[in-house]
């Protein structure tokens, strides 16, 4: 998991995809932003995006999971 800040100042978190999960068609990473240009607020948020996509990559590797679906999910828990 990485925290870094885009050119326009703007923070994302980027995360490794398990290889397991790339042949279900995900892709290599996932960059996600967390809609803040503040690294402390950006730091709590990363934390909580983390804690929701390992718990996601989780239950993609225990079922067939696509990653249309695995989209979806991310939707839904912000």
Do not use: C
Not at 15 to 34: H, Q, V, Y
């Amino acid at each position: 998991m990485y925290l870094f800040r885009q050119s326009n100042g703007v923070y994302y978190t980027r995360i490794a995809t398990p290889l397991s999960l790339r042949d279900n068609g995900f892709p290599k990473e996932i960059r996600l932003s967390l809609f803040t240009r503040e690294r402390r607020l950006a730091y709590r948020r990363n934390i909580e995006q983390t804690k929701t996509i390992f718990a996601l990559f989780d239950e993609a590797k225990a079922l067939p999971l696509l990653f249309q679906r695995f989209k979806q999910w991310n939707n839904q828990h912000p």
